[in-house]
Protein backbone atom coordinates (compact mmCIF):
# COMPACT_ATOMS: atom_id res chain seq x y z
CA UNK A 1 0.00 0.00 0.00
CA UNK A 2 1.04 3.62 0.05
CA UNK A 3 3.45 4.85 2.24
CA UNK A 4 3.11 8.22 4.24
CA UNK A 5 6.50 9.64 6.33
CA UNK A 6 6.57 12.00 9.31
CA UNK A 7 9.48 13.66 10.79
CA UNK A 8 9.86 13.90 13.21
CA UNK A 9 8.42 11.03 15.43
CA UNK A 10 8.73 13.02 18.50
CA UNK A 11 9.83 15.85 19.06
CA UNK A 12 10.11 18.01 22.71
CA UNK A 13 10.19 21.80 23.13
CA UNK A 14 10.40 24.77 25.21
CA UNK A 15 7.49 26.91 25.29
CA UNK A 16 7.91 29.93 22.96
CA UNK A 17 9.58 28.25 20.04
CA UNK A 18 8.37 27.05 17.00
CA UNK A 19 8.40 23.29 15.85
CA UNK A 20 8.47 22.17 12.42
CA UNK A 21 6.91 18.82 11.39
CA UNK A 22 7.16 16.96 7.91
CA UNK A 23 5.25 14.87 6.07
CA UNK A 24 6.01 12.93 3.05
CA UNK A 25 3.84 10.54 0.42
CA UNK A 26 6.85 7.93 -0.28
CA UNK A 27 5.35 6.26 -3.32
CA UNK A 28 2.41 8.20 -4.87
CA UNK A 29 2.17 11.91 -5.28
CA UNK A 30 -0.68 13.44 -2.83
CA UNK A 31 -2.62 16.98 -4.24
CA UNK A 32 -4.27 16.85 -0.60
CA UNK A 33 -2.87 16.31 2.53
CA UNK A 34 -4.41 16.10 6.08
CA UNK A 35 -3.43 17.36 9.48
CA UNK A 36 -5.12 16.01 12.58
CA UNK A 37 -4.70 16.06 16.05
CA UNK A 38 -5.25 13.22 18.75
CA UNK A 39 -5.57 14.05 22.28
CA UNK A 40 -5.02 10.67 24.56
CA UNK A 41 -7.50 8.24 24.18
CA UNK A 42 -9.67 10.72 22.02
CA UNK A 43 -10.64 10.78 18.13
CA UNK A 44 -9.03 12.58 15.45
CA UNK A 45 -9.93 15.75 14.92
CA UNK A 46 -9.21 17.06 11.63
CA UNK A 47 -7.16 20.60 11.64
CA UNK A 48 -6.71 21.36 8.27
CA UNK A 49 -6.45 20.14 4.61
CA UNK A 50 -3.68 21.07 2.39
CA UNK A 51 -3.44 21.32 -1.10
CA UNK A 52 -0.35 21.65 -3.61
CA UNK A 53 0.31 24.79 -4.56
CA UNK A 54 -2.65 26.48 -2.42
CA UNK A 55 -3.31 28.27 0.98
CA UNK A 56 -4.66 25.35 3.16
CA UNK A 57 -8.16 25.05 4.31
CA UNK A 58 -8.78 25.42 8.06
CA UNK A 59 -11.24 24.22 10.31
CA UNK A 60 -13.49 26.33 12.97
CA UNK A 61 -11.52 26.77 15.35
CA UNK A 62 -8.14 26.34 14.63
CA UNK A 63 -5.63 29.32 14.12
CA UNK A 64 -4.20 29.35 10.81
CA UNK A 65 -1.59 32.03 12.17
CA UNK A 66 -0.45 29.54 14.73
CA UNK A 67 -0.62 25.96 12.79
CA UNK A 68 1.38 27.40 9.59
CA UNK A 69 0.54 24.70 6.68
CA UNK A 70 2.65 24.36 3.36
CA UNK A 71 2.35 21.83 1.15
CA UNK A 72 4.80 22.69 -1.78
CA UNK A 73 5.10 19.81 -3.62
CA UNK A 74 2.98 16.79 -4.50
CA UNK A 75 4.67 14.53 -1.90
CA UNK A 76 5.92 16.73 1.34
CA UNK A 77 2.97 18.97 3.22
CA UNK A 78 4.89 20.41 6.38
CA UNK A 79 2.93 21.80 9.46
CA UNK A 80 4.96 24.62 11.55
CA UNK A 81 3.45 25.11 15.37
CA UNK A 82 4.46 28.74 15.88
CA UNK A 83 5.53 30.20 20.12
CA UNK A 84 4.61 26.38 21.14
CA UNK A 85 2.70 26.61 24.52
CA UNK A 86 2.08 23.49 26.84
CA UNK A 87 -1.53 23.53 25.32
CA UNK A 88 -0.23 22.56 22.28
CA UNK A 89 1.33 19.92 23.46
CA UNK A 90 -0.61 16.08 21.62
CA UNK A 91 -0.09 13.81 18.61
CA UNK A 92 -0.22 14.99 15.18
CA UNK A 93 -1.13 12.84 12.70
CA UNK A 94 -0.72 13.67 8.76
CA UNK A 95 -2.69 11.84 5.59
CA UNK A 96 -2.27 12.16 2.16
CA UNK A 97 -5.14 10.89 -0.10
CA UNK A 98 -4.16 8.78 -2.85
CA UNK A 99 -6.37 9.54 -5.92
CA UNK A 100 -8.81 7.09 -6.93
CA UNK A 101 -12.29 5.22 -7.17
CA UNK A 102 -12.45 5.51 -3.09
CA UNK A 103 -9.93 8.91 -2.42
CA UNK A 104 -8.18 6.68 0.23
CA UNK A 105 -6.55 8.82 2.75
CA UNK A 106 -3.75 7.26 3.92
CA UNK A 107 -2.07 8.01 7.62
CA UNK A 108 1.55 8.98 8.69
CA UNK A 109 2.60 7.40 12.06
CA UNK A 110 2.21 10.48 13.74
CA UNK A 111 4.65 12.91 15.88
CA UNK A 112 4.15 13.32 19.75
CA UNK A 113 4.87 17.06 20.55
CA UNK A 114 5.60 17.30 23.60
CA UNK A 115 6.20 21.58 24.94
CA UNK A 116 7.64 22.36 28.10
CA UNK B 1 -24.24 15.71 19.95
CA UNK B 2 -21.19 14.65 17.90
CA UNK B 3 -21.69 13.54 14.58
CA UNK B 4 -20.65 9.94 15.18
CA UNK B 5 -20.70 7.79 18.59
CA UNK B 6 -18.41 5.25 19.91
CA UNK B 7 -17.60 3.87 22.77
CA UNK B 8 -14.28 3.72 23.89
CA UNK B 9 -14.47 0.92 25.93
CA UNK B 10 -11.93 -0.50 27.29
CA UNK B 11 -13.25 -4.01 25.89
CA UNK B 12 -11.16 -7.11 27.11
CA UNK B 13 -11.83 -10.26 25.49
CA UNK B 14 -10.56 -13.95 25.53
CA UNK B 15 -8.19 -14.78 22.40
CA UNK B 16 -10.79 -16.14 19.84
CA UNK B 17 -13.51 -14.36 20.94
CA UNK B 18 -16.22 -12.60 18.50
CA UNK B 19 -15.85 -9.21 18.82
CA UNK B 20 -18.63 -6.73 18.20
CA UNK B 21 -17.22 -2.87 17.32
CA UNK B 22 -20.43 -0.26 16.86
CA UNK B 23 -20.72 3.50 15.73
CA UNK B 24 -23.49 5.51 15.60
CA UNK B 25 -24.09 8.77 13.54
CA UNK B 26 -26.27 11.02 13.55
CA UNK B 27 -26.11 13.06 9.60
CA UNK B 28 -27.65 11.04 7.00
CA UNK B 29 -25.98 12.61 4.61
CA UNK B 30 -22.66 10.33 5.29
CA UNK B 31 -22.15 7.21 2.79
CA UNK B 32 -18.58 5.97 3.11
CA UNK B 33 -17.88 4.42 6.05
CA UNK B 34 -14.57 3.25 7.69
CA UNK B 35 -12.87 0.94 9.82
CA UNK B 36 -9.47 2.35 11.16
CA UNK B 37 -7.09 0.06 13.08
CA UNK B 38 -4.62 2.26 15.74
CA UNK B 39 -1.60 0.42 17.06
CA UNK B 40 -0.22 2.41 20.15
CA UNK B 41 1.58 5.71 19.29
CA UNK B 42 0.90 5.17 15.70
CA UNK B 43 -1.21 5.89 12.95
CA UNK B 44 -4.14 4.70 11.96
CA UNK B 45 -4.45 1.86 8.68
CA UNK B 46 -7.71 1.24 6.96
CA UNK B 47 -9.11 -2.23 7.46
CA UNK B 48 -12.44 -2.09 5.79
CA UNK B 49 -14.57 0.66 3.86
CA UNK B 50 -18.63 0.23 3.34
CA UNK B 51 -20.52 2.20 0.62
CA UNK B 52 -23.76 2.94 1.46
CA UNK B 53 -25.89 -0.55 3.50
CA UNK B 54 -25.00 -3.47 3.76
CA UNK B 55 -22.65 -5.86 4.54
CA UNK B 56 -18.64 -6.43 3.94
CA UNK B 57 -16.13 -9.65 4.68
CA UNK B 58 -12.56 -9.26 4.55
CA UNK B 59 -11.05 -12.54 6.59
CA UNK B 60 -12.17 -12.54 10.25
CA UNK B 61 -13.49 -8.70 9.54
CA UNK B 62 -16.97 -8.12 8.38
CA UNK B 63 -18.42 -4.60 8.35
CA UNK B 64 -21.89 -4.10 8.90
CA UNK B 65 -23.81 -0.77 7.85
CA UNK B 66 -27.40 -0.22 8.78
CA UNK B 67 -28.53 3.61 7.21
CA UNK B 68 -32.17 3.28 8.54
CA UNK B 69 -30.85 3.13 12.41
CA UNK B 70 -27.40 4.97 11.50
CA UNK B 71 -25.18 2.72 12.79
CA UNK B 72 -22.86 0.29 11.90
CA UNK B 73 -20.69 -2.49 13.42
CA UNK B 74 -17.41 -4.13 12.53
CA UNK B 75 -17.51 -7.84 13.93
CA UNK B 76 -13.98 -9.66 14.63
CA UNK B 77 -13.99 -13.25 14.50
CA UNK B 78 -11.78 -15.72 16.20
CA UNK B 79 -9.97 -12.76 17.70
CA UNK B 80 -5.87 -12.56 18.27
CA UNK B 81 -3.72 -10.76 21.00
CA UNK B 82 -2.24 -9.21 17.21
CA UNK B 83 -6.01 -7.57 17.17
CA UNK B 84 -5.26 -5.60 20.25
CA UNK B 85 -5.34 -1.68 19.34
CA UNK B 86 -7.92 0.84 19.33
CA UNK B 87 -10.47 0.62 16.60
CA UNK B 88 -11.63 3.79 15.21
CA UNK B 89 -14.51 4.27 12.93
CA UNK B 90 -14.84 7.09 10.24
CA UNK B 91 -17.17 8.41 7.86
CA UNK B 92 -17.45 10.65 5.09
CA UNK B 93 -20.63 12.50 2.67
CA UNK B 94 -19.17 12.24 -0.42
CA UNK B 95 -15.89 11.05 -2.63
CA UNK B 96 -14.68 13.30 -3.89
CA UNK B 97 -14.30 15.96 -0.43
CA UNK B 98 -12.23 13.69 1.24
CA UNK B 99 -13.29 15.05 4.91
CA UNK B 100 -13.15 12.22 8.01
CA UNK B 101 -15.42 12.30 10.34
CA UNK B 102 -13.74 9.67 12.94
CA UNK B 103 -15.81 8.42 16.33
CA UNK B 104 -13.27 8.60 19.64
CA UNK B 105 -12.15 5.11 19.13
CA UNK B 106 -12.80 1.79 21.14
CA UNK B 107 -9.85 0.19 22.86
CA UNK B 108 -9.05 -3.19 22.49
CA UNK B 109 -7.20 -6.02 24.30
CA UNK B 110 -7.54 -9.75 23.34
CA UNK B 111 -6.00 -11.78 26.04
CA UNK B 112 -4.24 -15.01 25.12
Known amino acids: GAVVSQHPSRVICKSGTSVKIECRSL??????MFWYRQFPKKSLMLMATSNEGSKATYEQGVEKDKFLINHASLTLSTLTVTSAHPEDSSFYIC????????????FGPGTRLTVL | QKEVEQDPGPLSVPEGAIVSLNCTYSNSAFQYFMWYRQYSRKGPELLMYTYSSGNKEDGRFTAQVDKSSKYISLFIRDSQPSDSATYLC????????????FGQGTELSVKP
Open chain 1, 95 to 106: SAKLAGVFNEQF
Open chain 1, 27 to 32: DFQATT
Open chain 2, 90 to 101: AMKRGNQGGKLI
